[in-house]
C-alpha cells in the first residue's frame, strides 16, 4: 500500500504488459486474503451502519462512501435528513463492527461537514 493506491501482485502476472490486459477489470478477493492495519475498514463494512455522536444521539445510517480524489465524503441518512462528512483522521472515535455502531467525535464533525 502506497498512499491510496493498493499494489496487487499476482501469481501468474509476471510484467506490466501483462498485468495491461487486466487493466479497468473488476478485481475480487476473498475476505480472509485482506490483511488490515488497526484503525482500516472496508467500505462494505461501514455502509448500512448506525452512526451516533460524543453524546450517544443517533444520527442516522452511512448510506453512500465517495472518493473524491482527496479524501472519502460519507453521506448518513436519516429520513429525509441528511449530513454528509469528510474523512478525516480522528473523526471516528470507536467503529464497533459487531454490533453496527459509529460513533463519531462530535467536535471534530462540526468542522467538517458539507
Not at 490483511?35 to 448500512?48: F, M, Q, R, T
Amino acid at each position: 500500500k502506497s498512499k491510496n493506491f493498493i499494489f496487487l501482485k499476482l501469481e501468474e502476472i509476471l510484467d506490466i504488459n501483462s498485468a495491461e490486459k487486466f487493466k479497468d477489470e473488476l478485481v475480487f478477493v476473498d475476505r480472509i486474503n485482506i490483511d488490515l492495519a488497526k484503525n482500516e475498514y472496508l467500505i462494505c463494512d461501514i455502509l448500512g451502519m448506525k452512526v451516533y455522536n460524543s453524546e450517544n444521539e443517533f444520527l442516522g445510517i452511512v448510506d453512500d462512501i465517495d472518493n473524491f480524489g482527496a479524501q472519502d465524503v460519507y453521506t448518513v441518512k436519516n429520513g429525509t435528513n441528511e449530513i454528509t462528512f469528510c474523512l478525516i483522521d480522528g473523526l471516528f472515535k470507536n467503529v464497533d463492527l459487531e454490533n453496527n455502531k459509529l460513533i463519531l467525535n462530535t467536535e471534530i464533525l462540526n468542522g467538517v461537514m458539507i
